[in-house]
């Protein structure tokens, strides 16, 4: 349920749109994951007790959701970013990268699948890897 999308933990039918979310979700525990599993690489020298993703697999499908799309505001995501080690700050703006691109940039979030070509979704995602790539 951790990396499930929010419309598809509310029921509404599986899109390409729901894997990319899925996608990003995987990224953000994985890094997330590098602390709590490595405590040498957190911040601290310690994982945190009570990472905000725990949440994300605890209670209804309904409840999941909820809190998956609090989290996915600017300042949800944030506060998810900061359980990251520092050695993956170089990942943070990727992430807000493809959050702004899911999700959209003003206070109500889009969950909605594009209308018309996937490449409106998928192109500006592989940017903004390709640019953290170039980056490193």
């Given at each position: 349920?951790?990396?499930?999308?929010?419309d598809?933990?509310?029921?509404?039918?599986?899109?390409?749109?729901h894997?990319?979310?899925?996608?990003?979700y995987?990224l953000l525990?994985?890094?997330?994951?590098?602390?709590w599993?490595?405590?040498?690489?957190?911040?601290?020298?310690?994982?945190?007790?009570?990472s905000?993703?725990?949440k994300?697999?605890?209670g209804?499908?309904?409840?999941?959701?909820?809190?998956k799309?609090?989290d996915?505001?600017?300042?949800?995501?944030?506060?998810?970013?900061?359980?990251?080690?520092?050695e993956l700050?170089?990942?943070k703006?990727?992430?807000?990268?493809?959050?702004?691109?899911?999700?959209?940039?003003t206070?109500?979030?889009?969950?909605?699948t594009?209308t018309?070509?996937?490449?409106?979704?998928?192109?500006?995602?592989?940017?903004?890897y390709?640019?953290?790539?170039?980056?490193i």
């Amino acid at each position: 349920m951790q990396f499930m999308a929010v419309d598809v933990l509310r029921q509404v039918d599986h899109t390409y749109r729901h894997d990319v979310e899925s996608f990003f979700y995987v990224l953000l525990w994985m890094c997330a994951r590098e602390a709590w599993s490595k405590p040498k690489l957190s911040r601290g020298g310690r994982p945190p007790r009570d990472s905000l993703l725990r949440k994300w697999e605890i209670g209804s499908l309904k409840d999941i959701a909820r809190t998956k799309a609090g989290d996915m505001t600017v300042d949800g995501l944030e506060e998810i970013l900061g359980e990251f080690p520092e050695e993956l700050d170089v990942v943070k703006p990727l992430c807000l990268k493809i959050r702004s691109t899911l999700f959209g940039d003003t206070a109500r979030l889009n969950f909605g699948t594009p209308t018309g070509d996937s490449d409106q979704l998928y192109q500006p995602i592989i940017a903004a890897y390709d640019e953290i790539i170039s980056d490193i």
